[in-house]
């Protein structure tokens, strides 16, 4: 019988295995290998494949998290990603004291409603949730005011799209009467005169 001594196919196969794993680890570190095993799984945000590869890594400045740039080697986009040590969770300090983790799906959602039949791309949106996300990573160690990420949403949209960013603000702004809304536009409507004149 081939396999009659057992001991010896099982050191036949751990010393493969070592070596295979080995082997990965050695192409993976030279960029030849890429496997979402050694980068951690991690599916595109625009085809949901996942098989990606790691570009740049870098680790923000609190060492907590890690920001790598990803392309996919489906659809060939590139997209951002920020790895979080579970343990240090940023935390969204909201109206009246209450505290919830910080979820990225929530910025990304308040833009889709405000983008929603816009000229605007799914990448343009993942852009600005990286964006504000890698930015508050990085300024922020263990809370942030809720009404700070509120201003950066429009911000960003305010550059965007005018349409999203009236969209978004007449709900996160919470107007109550049209004056408010006025007063809330007016700086962008200069801008737009200025631009036409
Ligand atoms: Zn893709």
Redesign the pocket.
């Given at each position: 019988m081939v396999y009659s001594n057992l001991s010896s196919v099982i050191r036949w196969a751990s010393i493969y295995w070592i070596w295979t794993i080995a082997l990965r680890r050695t192409l993976f570190r030279c960029g030849l290998y890429i496997n979402s095993y050694w980068t951690g799984e991690m599916k595109?945000p625009?085809?949901r494949?996942d098989n990606d590869r790691v570009i740049d890594s870098r680790s923000s400045q609190d060492g907590f998290s890690i920001r790598r740039r990803r392309e996919?080697l489906?659809?060939e986009?590139r997209y951002t990603t920020y790895e979080h040590l579970e343990a240090a969770p940023l935390k969204v300090v909201k109206k009246g004291g209450i505290r919830e983790p910080f979820q990225r799906d929530k910025i990304r959602r308040g833009l889709e409603q405000a983008c929603w039949k816009r000229p605007i791309s799914d990448h343009q949106i993942e852009a600005v949730v990286s964006a504000i996300e890698g930015e508050l990573f990085e300024m922020f160690e263990s809370e942030v005011d809720s009404r700070y990420i509120g201003e950066r949403v429009m911000e960003q949209l305010g550059k965007l799209d005018q349409v999203a960013y009236v969209r978004f603000a007449s709900v996160y702004r919470e107007f109550t009467d049209v004056r408010d809304f006025v007063d809330e536009l007016r700086p962008m409507l200069d801008t737009e005169k200025r631009k036409s004149r």
């Open positions: 595109c625009f085809c494949v996919c489906a659809c986009r």
